[in-house]
C-alpha cells in the first residue's frame, strides 16, 4: 500500500507484516502534529485496509517520543489551513478535513490498536480514542487540551471519548483541559496496560497476534459488530448478530475452527 498523494511528503509510513498493517505517524518537525497529508494518508490507509480482505488487524503509533501533538500551533496563529477563512469556510474544512479520520476509524472493518508511545495532545488523544484498543508506554500522557486554546473538540473527541471513559470523566478532561498520565489514563479504563517504552511495539504486536490468529472473516463481523451495537437498541442489535451469523457460518474457516477443536489440532484458515 502507497500513503502517498502527489507529490506531498509521506507523513504516514504503512507496513505490512501477514494480516497485521501497521500505521506510524512519522512527521518529527511537527511532533507528529495533525496535518492536512497527515489526514489524507490516514484515511486512505483505512479505505486500503478495508478493501484487503487479507488484513485482519492494524495498529496505529508514531515515530519519536511523541504520539501526535495534536493541531499545529503555528498554523492556528497563522489561521492557515484548518484556521483559515470565514465560519462557513472554516466548518467546510472540519467536515472534509480532519473529521474524515474519526469517520475513517470508525468504519474501518477489522480491530485497531492504539500504540501510544508519547503525548497525545488534543486532536492525537481522539485518534488514540477512536481506536478499538489502546495500550501506553509509561511515557504517554493524554489532554483533551481544547479549552485551553479556546477551541472545541472538533475532531470527534466529543463522540469518542465519552464513549470510552463515560460522559462525567470525559467532561471532566474537556472541560478542563487538563494532563493526565499513563496510570490515570489506566485508572479511567482510557488504555488496556501499561508497558515499558522499549516494550511497547512487542506489547501491541502480541495482542494483534492474539486476534489475527482466527478467521478474517469473524474479526471483522465481530469488529462491525461490536461497534455498531453500540448504538442500536437491543431488537436491532439481534438482528444484525443473527445476520452476521448466517454469513460466517458459510465460510469454509468457520467450519474448519469447529473442526479443529473437534480433531484436537491447530486450525489452518485460508481466508474463505
Given amino acids: 500500500m502507497t500513503t502517498e498523494t502527489g507529490q506531498e511528503p509521506t507523513v504516514l509510513r504503512v507496513e505490512r507484516e501477514g494480516a497485521l498493517v501497521i500505521l506510524t505517524i512519522d512527521d ?9 497529508a497527515l489526514t489524507r494518508q490516514l ?8 478493501a484487503d480482505m487479507s488484513v485482519s488487524c492494524a495498529i496505529l503509533t508514531a515515530a519519536g517520543d511523541v504520539f501526535c ?31 474524515t479520520i474519526a469517520r475513517a476509524l470508525h468504519d474501518l472493518e ?19 480514542a477512536m481506536c478499538t484498543l489502546r495500550i501506553a508506554s509509561e511515557k504517554a500522557k493524554f489532554a483533551e487540551s481544547f479549552i485551553k486554546l479556546g477551541l472545541t473538540s472538533a475532531a470527534g473527541g466529543a463522540w469518542f471519548l465519552t464513549r470510552a471513559i463515560g460522559q462525567q470523566r470525559a467532561a471532566e478532561m474537556a472541560l478542563t483541559g487538563e494532563t493526565i ?3 490515570r489514563a489506566l485508572e479511567l479504563g482510557l488504555i488496556l496496560k501499561i508497558v515499558p517504552s522499549e516494550a511497547l ?24 459488530l461490536l461497534r455498531d451495537s453500540a448504538r442500536l437498541d437491543l431488537p436491532a442489535s439481534l438482528e444484525i448478530a443473527a445476520g452476521m451469523q448466517a454469513i460466517v457460518q458459510q465460510t469454509d474457516d468457520q467450519h474448519e475452527a469447529v473442526a479443529a477443536v473437534v480433531e484436537k489440532r491447530k486450525p489452518s484458515y485460508t481466508g474463505r
Fill in 28 to 36: 518529527p518537525k511537527t511532533r507528529n502534529a495533525l496535518s492536512p
Fill in 43 to 50: 484515511v486512505a490507509a483505512c479505505e486500503q485496509i478495508n
Fill in 69 to 99: 501533538a495534536g493541531g499545529n500551533l503555528k498554523d492556528m496563529y497563522a489561521r492557515v489551513n484548518h484556521f483559515a477563512g470565514n465560519a462557513a469556510e472554516i466548518r467546510r474544512t472540519y467536515l472534509t478535513g480532519v473529521q
Fill in 110 to 128: 477489522v480491530p485497531i490498536i492504539a500504540a501510544v508511545n508519547g503525548p497525545a495532545m488534543g486532536a492525537g488523544m481522539d485518534f488514540a
Fill in 181 to 183: 498520565d499513563a496510570q
Fill in 201 to 224: 511495539m512487542d506489547e501491541a504486536l502480541a495482542l494483534a497476534g492474539r486476534i489475527t490468529c482466527h478467521p478474517a472473516h469473524s474479526i471483522r463481523l465481530n469488529t462491525r
